[in-house]
């Protein structure tokens, strides 16, 4: 397509100095952030392009077929949230382990609520592309922006970003559906998204603030095999 | 009389735990600065869980007012900034009755593996008090809480902490170094510890000595050989001797290249030593298994290289980042053919300087590869130690007169080595070559040939004069301690307290793994009655070795147990008067 | 396969063992795994029928994290053993997987020769253009410049162009992915999967913790401009000439994989005396 633009770019990421400072020399207490990662960035507005592409893959026929796809956005962001809990467990830090497997009980609470509401005995299979505003579902958390020293307000940051765009997903849906039962749907996930939404921004007036050392680890990354 | 009653004593053993960039490594690193700036001696051993970032980590220390060379039976302190996944670490962190815990009450009781001892506890609120120095770190706090428990002395503490924020760029200084004064401050509230009998050694910021780790020591040492390259693909537990050559060696003429793999790596070397520059790769089992075709050209071809093999935990991927004395089987027997080759291996992390520096000069002098077993415990072990003097070996390489005529690469000699001409020498060209060959250096398959040079190979490593450094050998009495590298400090130490307890027994640590040396271990052996054969692998490999090449006097024990634990003296001391009652 | 009982069909969450990763928070890996899972699911294979094989990196550690057969070696040689099993066990899936530093530089000489051979494998290398494992260091597709303890100042080399190489060397399905399109990356494996002969996927994984400027290639890939070619000399100038960012298959070739015919002969050892009979 845009072969000929996209060399002109030349974008490669600029290879600059990274974890390699604070690994320097161990003993030197340095107040330099390993730089691991800037604070967890969902919070910001995604740039990408061919974000709005995948929103256009979902005019949905029916009713049941929208909420199959509900069904499946839910159940995998209960998953992954389910998987940063184990990750954040395995790195020692059991506060954020324990928020994000309450978050995965929610989502997967939301997924049971559909299967009980459509009288479905087993998962429905959802073959259409739901992706959006990036290339995963659009409750689907980005794991790249996990951090082994992260803390519960930045998992909720993350949990709200994606609760936001669950409803603006929804509120999209409702938008173009062409099927009086899909708008409905739509309608009413959006309200339910939107409750979330209010229910995590609530949930981080509570949570402190992070320090701005937070990311800050003393030691060097440890090597192996 | 259990030694964890005694009021004073001779060495302090501390632990710092925690996990999630709590900062225990730094800390105790820090500590080990302080000691050394106090006088003292002492050294930190790492420990950490698989994780690359947040595992669970233990810096393992032992101070002292005289040298220390390995980690002592039992802990004294243990001091968890957290508790986090430590109870993995309950192997490697022997506690008893006479132990301390200290540990934040707000974040979780201590582990009941070290409840279950008998270890006492006292809470210290790390996160708190942290908290209520705004800017500071938990791991300070625990810095200055360790240094006021054993008495390192606060004006240490403060002026290393300031030096070491400063190179940080200054930041937070005030805040940390009143955190470690609070920490200081603290350990006057908990139960008190054995404090340092005698005085130290030094006095404080006087008297130069090293704060170093056994890879840096072996990098410096190949460097004060004269190497003056090395290639090498990263490999842990022997990276960090490549760390610090990567900027080293530019600095005095030399260069490290980081190769595609071990296979290119040892080529590279023995291709650059080919062209007259003194070479080394270093890197562990894995890669030493990986080199082990190519050691066998620099043996056949005659060509010098120096093999930094830091030993870990075997076989294959192995335990990548815990210690093991398991290749001596392969740096003895691992390559195909006739292959002489000489095994040096360094007996303490200070060792590991001229261990290898003697490695070097045997490599150029005999013209032949030279493995350096080193293992994990001393490559990545940070000990304070005397200014390893340098030993004076550096050598010349034979070479051809310029006036040689119908040069001979491989001729026959009465020492075996032959002058080795240097692609630019005019009118001695050669080819190097891994296919047996006449003296000349071209290709034979002539069983004289054959003999002659591999009689003129074996003959150059056996008759060559390895001096004194061969071994070491300390003590007297029928019994007799033999072993090799890190095991070395565990059987000095449980000599010595062998020794006090009136039980009389002799060490012999070989430096000199290969070529055997049957006369001289005979000569250091005579009228031994009993042969303790020590050691850290699973099969015995030194005491087979020893066995196989060696008529050992008296009757002969093997003790032995793989890695990844360490040789412990008590269990070394254990052996030798159990066996001495008989 | 003549069973007769129709399986129900299986989930990625099937695929997944329940042992954890030790892998960074935040690294890409995490996604990578569970794009294979979801390709397994996909083509509805059964964890028993596949083997996952690896060399050493963090990238490698992926085979126990799948409930499927693994093997985890040793540096540099995955290519190798996978070959040596498919070849052995036609009857197996065989996915391979490796990170830059393992496929590219230990196993480079390997990697060429698994292109040229076309084994039936799927060759799934995590490029993250560092060693994770070990460190960071340069690995052969770091940028020249990138300073490291071990090349101060960067190393000065050139990159490795592994899909260009892929190419030149015969493998008969090329394709790039990104982690962070976990979806649209299981699409591309199963697509590989499917493709007979030896698929190479260069999937850019973010280091997070030596790369942490990796975090930015979710902004910088464009999944799917590219459309699959048949020609390897067009999808060679169009990876030479890109930036690095494209994502998709960018070849699909005809080669015939090559597979000797094992468990074809039904000769005894017995029947070979003959031979020898006077
Ligand atoms: C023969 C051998 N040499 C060196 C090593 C050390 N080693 C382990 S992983 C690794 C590099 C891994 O890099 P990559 O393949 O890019 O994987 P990543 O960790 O980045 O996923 C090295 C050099 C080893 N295990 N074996
Ligand atoms: S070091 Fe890098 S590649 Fe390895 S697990 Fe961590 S983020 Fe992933
Ligand atoms: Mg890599």
């Given at each position: 397509m845009s072969t000929k633009q996209s060399t002109k770019r030349?974008?490669?990421?600029?290879s600059k100095k990274s974890a390699r400072k604070s690994t320097?020399?161990?003993?030197?207490?340095?107040?330099?952030?390993?730089?691991?990662?800037?604070?967890?960035?969902?919070a910001r507005a995604p740039k990408r392009t061919a974000a709005k592409a995948a929103t256009k893959a979902m005019p949905v026929a029916s009713a049941s077929e929208f909420m199959a796809h509900a069904y499946a956005m839910e159940a995998e962001a209960a998953e992954r949230y389910a998987e940063f809990a184990d990750s954040m467990e395995m790195h020692n830090n059991h506060e954020v382990a324990e928020l994000f497997r309450k978050l995965s009980r929610i989502e997967q609470r939301h997924a049971d609520q559909i299967l009980e509401q459509m009288g479905w005995k087993q998962s429905p299979v959802s073959s259409a592309d739901y992706r959006?505003?990036?290339?995963?579902?659009?409750e689907t958390a980005d794991p790249?922006?996990?951090?082994?020293?992260?803390?519960p307000y930045h998992a909720l940051q993350i949990a709200l970003h994606n609760e936001k765009r669950a409803r603006d997903f929804f509120a999209h849906l409702a938008k173009v559906a062409t099927n009086g039962g899909v708008r409905k749907g739509a309608l009413e996930m959006r309200e339910e998204e939107a409750e979330h939404v209010r229910l995590i921004e609530e949930w981080l007036k509570r949570t402190p603030v992070p320090g701005s050392?937070?990311?800050?680890?003393q030691d060097p990354p440890v090597l192996s095999d | 009389m259990s030694r964890a009653k005694e009021k004073d004593k001779a060495s302090i053993s501390l632990v710092l735990t925690g996990s999630g960039g709590a900062g225990v490594m730094t800390a105790g690193n820090l500590l080990l600065e302080v000691a050394a700036q106090a006088g003292w001696y002492g050294l930190m051993v790492r420990s950490s869980g698989p994780?690359?970032?947040?595992g669970e980590a233990a810096a393992l220390l032992r101070l002292a007012h005289a040298p220390v060379e390995c980690l002592d039976d039992r802990f004294d302190v243990l001091i968890g900034i957290d508790w986090q996944?430590?109870?993995?670490?309950a192997d490697e962190i022997p506690l008893d009755g006479a132990s301390l815990m200290i540990g934040d009450p707000d974040q979780s009781e201590p582990p009941e593996v070290f409840v279950k001892r008998g270890a006492r506890y006292a809470p210290l609120p790390f996160k708190q008090m942290a908290k209520a120095i705004p800017?500071?770190?938990p791991n300070m706090i625990a810095l200055g809480l360790a240094a006021g428990l054993v008495g390192l002395p606060a004006d240490s503490v403060k002026s290393v902490l300031q030096n070491s924020l400063k190179k940080g760029g200054g930041e937070k200084m005030a805040a940390n170094l009143a955190a470690a004064e609070a920490g200081y401050a603290f350990a006057a509230n908990v139960p008190a510890v054995p404090r340092l009998s005698g005085?130290?050694?030094?006095?404080?910021?006087?008297d130069a000595r090293w704060l170093i780790t056994g890879n840096q020591a072996a990098g410096h040492g190949a460097v004060r050989g004269g190497v003056r390259f090395c290639a090498a693909y990263p490999i842990t537990p022997a990276t960090e001797v490549l760390e610090w050559l990567a900027p080293a060696l530019p600095k005095i003429g030399g260069a490290l290249v980081q190769a595609e793999d071990e296979l290119a790596s040892i080529n590279m070397i023995i291709g650059a030593s080919y062209g007259g520059v003194p070479s080394v790769t270093a890197t562990a089992g894995p890669g030493l298994s990986l080199m082990t075709e190519a050691i066998g050209l620099a043996v056949a071809a005659e060509v010098p290289i120096v093999v930094i093999d830091v030993m870990r935990?075997?076989?294959?991927?192995?335990?990548?980042a815990k210690s093991e004395q398991s290749d001596v089987n392969i740096a003895l027997n691992?390559?195909?053919?006739?292959a002489p080759r000489i095994v040096v291996a360094p007996n303490s992390i200070a060792d590991c300087v001229a261990a290898t520096q003697w490695a070097v000069y045997l490599a150029e002098a005999t013209q032949s590869p030279a493995i350096v077993l080193s293992d994990q415990y001393f490559g990545q072990t940070r000990a304070v130690v005397?200014?390893?003097?340098?030993?004076?070996l550096i050598t010349e390489r034979l070479k051809p007169s310029?006036?040689?005529?119908?040069?001979?690469?491989?001729a026959i000699t009465e020492s075996g080595i032959s002058p080795m001409a240097i692609?630019?020498?005019?009118?001695t060209a050669y080819t190097a070559d891994?296919?047996?060959?006449n003296e000349r250096g071209l290709p034979s398959s002539q069983s004289g040939d054959h003999i002659r040079q591999l009689d003129k190979r074996a003959k150059k490593l056996a008759q060559?004069?390895?001096?004194?450094?061969?071994a070491d050998i300390e003590g007297e009495g029928e019994l007799a301690v033999v072993t090799f590298g890190s095991c070395t400090g565990a059987a000095r130490e449980a000599l010595a307290r062998a020794a006090a307890e009136g039980i009389k027994a002799r060490l012999l640590s070989l430096r000199?793994?290969?070529?055997?040396?049957p006369e001289r271990v005979a000569a250091a052996l005579a009228g031994a009655k009993q042969v303790l054969v020590v050691e850290q692998?699973?099969?015995g490999q030194l005491y087979r070795y020893l066995r196989a090449e060696y008529d050992l006097p008296g009757e002969v024990k093997s003790f032995r147990h793989p890695g990844p634990l360490p040789m412990r003296p008590g269990e070394i001391h254990q052996q030798i008067t159990a066996w001495s009652r008989l | 396969m003549n069973s007769t009982v129709a399986a129900a069909p299986i989930t990625?969450?099937?695929?997944?063992?329940?042992?954890?990763?030790?892998?960074?928070?935040?690294?890409g890996d995490y996604s990578v795994l569970s794009s294979f899972t979801k390709a397994f699911a996909k083509l509805d294979l059964r964890p028993e029928s596949v083997a996952v094989v690896s060399g050493i990196g963090c990238s490698s550690r992926i085979p126990a994290y799948t409930n499927c057969y693994g093997f985890h070696g040793v540096h540099g040689r995955s290519l190798a053993a996978a070959s040596g099993l498919k070849l052995a066990r036609p009857d197996l899936t065989v996915v391979v997987a490796s990170g830059d530093g393992d496929g590219?530089?230990?196993g480079g000489n390997h990697f060429l020769h698994a292109c040229r051979r076309n084994v039936d494998l799927t060759y799934v290398v995590m490029d993250n253009h560092v060693y994770g494992m070990t460190k960071g260091q340069p690995s052969?597709?770091?940028?020249?410049?990138?300073?490291?303890?071990?090349?101060p100042g960067g190393t000065g080399l050139r990159t490795f162009n592994p899909l260009v190489i892929a190419l030149a060397a015969g493998a008969n399905f090329v394709a790039r992915a990104f982690s962070g399109d976990p979806n649209g990356t299981a699409d591309i494996i199963a697509d590989a999967i499917r493709t007979p002969g030896f698929s190479f996927v260069e999937i850019l994984s973010p280091?997070?913790?030596?790369?942490?400027?990796?975090?930015?290639w979710k902004q910088l890939v464009r999944p799917g401009p590219v459309t699959t070619t048949d020609d390897a000399a067009r999808a060679a100038r169009r990876i030479m000439t890109d930036d690095g960012f494209n994502i998709g298959v960018l070849y699909k070739g005809q080669r015939k994989p090559y597979q000797p015919?094992?468990?074809k002969g039904k000769k005894r050892?017995?029947?070979?005396e003959a031979e020898f009979a006077i």
């Open positions: 030349n974008a490669k990421v600029s320097k020399k161990s003993t030197r207490v340095s107040t330099r952030k390993t730089k691991a990662a800037a604070a967890p960035k969902s959006w505003e990036g290339t995963e579902g659009p790249t922006e996990l951090h082994y020293l992260m803390q050392n937070w990311e800050t680890d | 994780q690359i970032r947040g996944n430590i109870h993995r670490f800017g500071s770190w005085r130290a050694a030094h006095r404080a910021g006087r935990g075997g076989p294959s991927t192995g335990i990548p691992g390559l195909h053919g006739d005397d200014p390893p003097a340098d030993i004076g310029a006036t040689a005529e119908a040069y001979k690469r491989y692609p630019g020498m005019p009118g891994g296919l047996e060959h060559f004069d390895y001096g004194a450094r061969w000199l793994l290969s070529p055997a040396q692998n699973h099969t | 990625a969450q099937a695929f997944k063992s329940d042992y954890k990763p030790i892998w960074c928070p935040g690294c590219y530089s230990i052969p597709t770091t940028e020249p410049d990138w300073d490291s303890k071990l090349s280091c997070v913790t030596f790369r942490p400027e990796q975090r930015e015919p094992v468990g050892p017995s029947d070979l």
